[in-house]
């Protein structure tokens, strides 16, 4: 017979507002034990009595069987002398402490049992658009503070009706204790106003969807923001919404009701369909379908789309509409640079001119959260942006790392929150180039560290001394310990893939300040936590008008041809066809820049490499957007094979200080002769990524040689590319290097932040 015992068991991670209690109830019933469990403010603690046997089991079934949206960090498991004080197992109410150390759940898609209740016409939450559960629904986008519990969120201002409530205390219900729990009697509701803001009555989605049939742009009012919507095949509309926003040729995020449906306009693999199903429901990036009907100006240029299926209720039911087109263009809710809107009044105001109608509710959201980007590259899913779904789940350092805030970079900010050892990175904030997006960064600043009850005292920043996060944060704290970018992209590799180091770390992005003052961006470093030796990088080009040549590539083109040729290069005769339609006076003018050295710092910078390729092939003379001229060149790189591209360009590395330099004139030098002899644009394309590919895997053996380091760390914003990503990891391990890159941390700026916090927050520095 089995020894009766009691246990203590407190369990850590996201174990509040996922149903965790109701789960541990079950269990505990289910091996008839005695007991409590209880929220606190370090997550969730359970008090058991019962036969040994029992326990033990109680134990393994905890982690094994736990609800989905729930992730355990850790369960520590103490015998006690002290018995409940009950023969049965009930559920405490929350308790808060004086430093709370639970974990804060991401908001959540819409579960199966929740979608087949808004379309079961017998179920009493039949087309209600703010039907969750515990699996599912809005959590850090209403939370304000911690413990998670109804009165701590935006849903406190809706009492609950007497069945909600009935389900919210009832252990054995889905809903028992789903903080965001409502119905039509008693939740949030829909209303419907036209382009001045005034209400007009009727059924507020029928009407949506007939406005959007008809080509009108909508304003709809979602989980984390607003996002302006329109007929995803629908040209006019489309290029509509693009004037209004000054959008000219920025991808467009598209939403469709179903995988089935999403098959007629994407090709779609095995992972992506999983990763558009998963809770997150992220914007994945597919292939699109030749052919379709899906309208050009969704993503001009380019044949990869940005594609998620409905994630909230209301999508979900507006996409069943009988009306509603089958595709639709979901874009922010904002003007370009300013944050995404979350508030009626905000949203009536700031969005007036843009959007035709407004499909508002009355739930508030305490938090703006945009949503997350993800693409599948060399097998694995790869966040490009993390907000929605993932954001702020924490990522789980293994070394010792003292409490910090790392305030991040400039473009494509986020900030991190270093609390014992498990680092918050936040929800994507944007480019921190103006006051409203500032703004954004110290609210959702100061709102995290409320939800954490943690204002760390310790600081990171970027070396670069006028960005605004820079700023901030030698603001805030004299002792703020400025971080190297690229150092800090491969601080970001480490701290997620738990590497120890030192690697042989390449960072291939746009700009970044260097320590030496210069502008770095094509780089092979040796890096740990403690510090990095540059060991290799691009040759240097000319950076004409500075930050000016990121939106004008022509700049970057005419600085290779000044490279190769010198004052050659500028004369009309050697320049290839695509620059003619660049006003002499301003080539001439930039020809005496380069000449004289004035405003033309050098720099190292892939991105700008990228740029200046693409415009030497004629494919982006001037950037409409952030990345362009490299998002051209890549889908032209597709449309070729290796057959004709490979080794079409020579690789030219030399030493200089000890350190490894790729040279670019072999490079220049080709695509000149290819131009001349009129070779065909995606096989140039191909060519040049394969000479990088090359480039890269050449040094680095050199390198693995002199250092005897094979571990290999890849981040910055051009491994976003996914041709070349791929291509550079596939030929690492060809010659024996083992390669680790950002996973659920973005490689590019946004995941500047968690590198700066594990290198700042380095307890020996």
Known sequence: MSTTAALRINVRGIVQGVGFRPFVYRLAHQLELAGTVINDGDGVEIHLAGPETALQSFVDKLQRQAPPAARIVQVDVQPTSLVPATDCFVILPSRSSKRPSTQIAPDMAICDDCLAEIVDPADRRFCYPFTNCTNCGPRFSIVERIPYDRPNTSMRVFPMCEDCDREYHDPLDRRFHAQPNACPVCGPRLSWHDGQGAALAGDCLPMCAQ?????????????GGFHLAVDGCNEEAIQRLRRRKHRPAKPFAIMVRDLAMASRFCRISQAEAELLQSPEHPIVLVDRLPGSALAAAVAPGLEVIGLMLPYTPLHALLLRDPGIPEVLVMTSGNHGGEPLCTGNGEALQRLRGLADFFLLHNREIVTRVDDSVARIMDGRVRLLRRARGYAPVPILLDQPTDDILACGGEMKNSFCIVR??????????????NAETFDFYRESIDHLQAVLE??????????????????????RSRDCRAVQHHHAHLGAVLAEQQLSG???????????????????????YL????????????????????????????????????SLLGADGLRPEHQPHALHAIDPAKKQLLGQMLAKKVNCPPTSSCGRLFDGVSALVGLCLVSQYEGQAAMLLEQQATRADDVAAAGRYPVELIEVAKAVVIRTTGLVSGLLADLAQGAPIPVMARGFHLWLVDALVQALTGLRARTGLAQVALAGGCMQNKLLFERLSSALREHGFTVHAGELVPMNDGGLALGQAYIGGFPCV
Request: glycine share 14%.
């Open 211 to 223: 406005a959007l049939a008809e080509g009108r742009v909508v304003a709809i009012k979602g989980l």
């Open 420 to 433: 014992r050892r498990e680092a918050y990175l936040s929800q994507h904030i944007g480019e921190l180039v």
């Open 454 to 475: 943690l204002a760390p005292e310790r600081v990171a920043c970027d070396l670069h001394p006028d960005y605004l996060s820079t700023r901030y944060g030698h603001g």
């Open 502 to 524: 030192p690697v042989l770390g390449v960072v291939l992005d746009g700009t970044g300040y260097g320590s030496d003052g210069s502008v770095f961006g094509g780089e092979i």
């Open 527 to 562: 890096a740990n936590r403690r510090g990095y030796t540059r060991l290799g990088h691009l040759a240097p080009l000319d950076l004409p008008g500075g930050d000016r040549a990121a939106l004008e590539p022509w700049r970057m083109a005419l600085s290779l041809l000044y």
